[in-house]
C-alpha cells in the first residue's frame, strides 16, 4: 500500500516550492477542472499534480498567479 501527500496550494510562495520540488520528478500527472457557469468562456477552477508520493492541489481561485 502506498502512501501519498496531499498537499493544498493557496499562495504564490507555495506554489513557487511545489514547482521546484515537482521538476525533480521524472513522471508526473496532470488534470484539469473548469467552470463554465452563466458565460461562453470557460474558468480554470482546480489543478491536480500527482507525483509518485505526493498529490498537490492548486486552486487558481484564490488568486494565485500562475
Known sequence: MYMVLMELIKTN???VDVCKSIS???FITIDTEFIREKTYWSKLC???ICTHNKEI????????LI
Open 57 to 64: 492541489i492548486i486552486d487558481p481561485l484564490e488568486k494565485i
Open 13 to 15: 510562495e507555495e506554489l
Open 46 to 48: 482546480l489543478i491536480q
Open 24 to 26: 525533480k520528478e521524472k
